[in-house]
């Protein structure tokens, strides 16, 4: 494999770790439940998917990089809806998002 | 060179799970510390199969060092048996608390008393 | 140290955190949450630790089905809170001596990844050796749970079996009757529907990639059962009960259920009556290594048979109950 390609694929990985680092900072930062699940969509959408790339990049064109590629694609469309349902349930819940008006609060 | 710093805290785990088990006073929290309890056991088990830089142990050509398929098959099959008896576990809490109205230890026993 | 075994380190501290949490937390709900990502942690421990099928399994039992049944059950119940009074003197005493035991055992274990270790030197090395030449089979696995430890594998799906039938029989009769509960009519969101109906297919096709693959890669009928369960009980989630009960009514699940159990039997019948030994494949075709093959192929397929109805089967009974927990 090339160093340029090997290259690409390790900023690929390293990137999507920082992702999903700042994600789950995030997930723990953040002031209410939308906005955290915010962050942690960020991890399983764009995270997960820079980590699959850097991986595909180094399978080079095998079965292992079309399996990967199959993941991105499950992980892309059940993880935004994953995220959807659950605001969806807060939301019916009565749990009201998180303006600035009245402070912090969890 | 590795040593058996898994294994401690392995055991830390299980001993959570029976922590759980036994000082909870509900019966559905007690069954999530056994579930606890029992997947420690399962990564005692496999941790005993691994071989340092081996495959796992799917026979190919050019490769001679594969981990021990042994401890694989029986937590396999363990793992999906032990669902199968939580569910069991589960529909008896039902039952339970159908019969009682309640699935709190002290309640229960205090209820069997005064039957 | 390696760096697989400090990736298995540093997953075990954090599902010792999980755990901590777990034992602090009166939330039921919670609790299961935890335990599910205590669970799906180890199915991360499995695969650093090279057992891949274990991991799979892990992942869809543990993480996947085990979750989704105890939140049902929560449901069932009515319970939100352990709201009782927590013993901590005595248990704390007793987990203290047991796990000061235990760690003075763990001296006489052999070190992590050794080669050397006793559980290497038994049959181990016979089944890494002759196993894909004795069956056919290259998944290791797969060749020891089907044939060399035929047996076991019997007991245990009988075990599944019964336990399948006690829930089965716990819970019949105080379902809901006529008028379906809320929960059964599954969940009417357009983007929810539109995504399983699209990821269904998917999801019972690679179940059946990992039924018929698991002789050649990590699978088999244990794994494929519970993904094709998971399948069904996803579409029965969003689209209720009801739909799913056209496509599998509960009589044929039953049957289905008690059909994988005959089959496995029924394949070591067929062995003794051509002459070789109870779940003794070898004698099932003209060539052995053809008739382990062949072997191992239905009794897997037995495996998965009762494995995914007892789990749909399962979902069912607990999905149909009243709420709360009243009679």
């Given at each position: 494999m090339s160093a340029v390609v090997d290259g690409l694929a390790w900023a690929a990985i390293g990137l999507g770790v920082f992702v999903c680092f700042s994600g789950a900072f995030g997930l723990l930062r953040f002031p209410d439940f939308y906005s955290r699940l915010h962050a942690a969509g960020v991890t399983d959408t764009l995270g997960a998917g820079l980590v699959l790339l850097g991986l595909m990049l180094q399978a080079g064109w095998s079965l292992a990089a079309a399996k990967l590629a199959l993941i991105l694609l499950f992980a892309w469309v059940s993880g935004p809806t994953a995220s959807h349902v659950l605001a969806r349930a807060a939301r019916h819940d009565g749990l009201e998002p998180w303006t600035g008006a009245e402070g912090r609060r969890r | 060179m590795n040593g058996v710093a898994h294994a401690w805290l392995i055991v830390a785990l299980m001993m959570s799970g029976l922590y759980i088990v036994m000082a909870s006073a509900h019966l559905f929290k007690k069954l999530i510390g056994l579930s606890v309890f029992q997947v420690s056991v399962f990564m005692l088990y496999i941790s005993l199969g691994v071989v340092e830089g081996a495959a796992p142990p799917i026979v190919e050509p050019g490769v001679d060092a594969y981990s021990n398929p042994l401890p694989h098959v029986l937590i396999l099959t363990a793992i999906v048996v032990g669902i199968a008896t939580m569910a069991l576990a589960l529909a008896l809490l039902v039952r339970i608390r159908r019969a009682y109205g309640t699935l709190d230890e002290a309640a229960l026993a205090a209820k069997d008393e005064d039957a | 140290m390696s760096v697989e075994y400090g990736l298995t380190l540093t997953l075990l501290a954090f599902m010792l955190l999980a755990a901590w949490a777990l034992a602090r937390s009166d939330d039921l709900l919670a609790a299961v949450m935890l335990a599910g990502i205590i669970s799906l942690a180890s199915a991360a421990v499995f695969t650093v630790m090279d057992a891949v099928d274990v991991a799979f399994t892990e992942a869809a039992v543990g993480a996947g089905v085990a979750t989704l049944l105890s939140v049902r059950a929560l449901g069932v119940l009515?319970?939100?809170?352990?709201a009782g009074r927590a013993r901590v003197g005595l248990p704390f005493l007793v987990v203290l001596v047991c796990g000061g035991l235990l760690l003075y055992g763990t001296a006489d274990l052999p070190a992590?990844?050794?080669?050397?270790?006793?559980?290497?030197?038994?049959v181990a090395p016979h089944y890494l050796a002759r196993g894909g030449v004795e069956t056919g089979v290259p998944n290791i696995v797969t060749a020891v749970l089907a044939s060399y430890r035929g047996f076991d594998t019997f007991g245990e799906l009988v075990v599944i079996f019964t336990a399948g039938l006690g829930v089965l029989t716990l819970l019949a009769g105080s379902g809901v009757s006529g008028a379906r509960s809320e929960v059964d009519a599954g969940d009417r969101d357009i983007i929810v529907r539109q995504v399983v109906k699209w990821l269904v297919p998917f999801v019972l096709l690679f179940a059946l990639y990992v039924q018929f693959h698991g002789d050649y890669g990590p699978g088999g009928g244990f794994q494929a059962g519970v993904i094709f369960a998971a399948g069904m009980v996803l579409y029965a989630l969003t689209f209720g009960l009801p739909r799913l009960e056209r496509v599998l009514p509960p009589s044929r699940l039953r049957l289905l259920a008690a059909t994988g159990v005959w089959l496995y039997g029924g394949v070591g019948v067929a062995c003794l009556l051509r002459g070789g030994a109870f779940l003794d494949y070898a004698v099932l075709a003209e060539d052995a290594v053809d008739g382990q093959h062949l072997g191992i192929l239905l009794v897997e397929l037995g495996v998965g048979l009762t494995v995914f109805s007892v789990m749909v089967l399962i979902y069912r009974a607990f999905t149909r109950q009243r709420h709360g927990g009243v009679e």
């Open positions: - | - | 009515g319970e939100r809170r352990a992590y990844g050794d080669p050397a270790a006793p559980a290497m030197q038994h």
